[in-house]
């Protein structure tokens, strides 16, 4: 059974920072990683993807604040925030991308307060 286990949530001020981690039991060709939010009452939105090669890309609202790595694996990928705002509060949820189907994670919740 695929496993996909995001860490690293929690409560923190605004100005903080947190690192999110995911590690996927996922065997075969794994072509990407990301990380996508929710926020109560929105849908569902990309963050930061990172690709077999090591291309990033990232959602505007993020862009300079977040940054997207891998471990040296290739099956765990790390998201560090920094500068956090209320609006970053959401549930964020890490995708595991394979050339047959995606497979996600149940999500770690983050709260960002004022």
């Known amino acids: 059974q695929v496993q996909v286990v995001e860490s690293g949530g929690g409560l923190v001020q605004a100005g903080g920072s947190l690192r999110l981690s995911c590690a996927t039991s996922v065997i075969g060709r794994l072509n990407a990683m990301g990380w996508y939010r929710q926020a109560p009452g929105k849908q569902r939105e990309l963050v930061a993807t990172i690709t077999r090669s090591g291309f990033t890309n990232y959602a505007n609202s993020v862009k300079g604040r977040f940054t997207i790595s891998r471990g040296n694996a290739g099956n765990t990928v790390y998201l560090q925030m920094t500068s956090l705002k209320p609006e970053d509060t959401a549930v964020y949820y890490c995708?595991?991308?394979?050339?047959?189907?995606?497979?996600w994670g149940q999500g770690t919740q983050v709260t960002v307060s004022s």
């Open positions: 995708k595991a991308t394979t050339s047959v189907t995606d497979y």
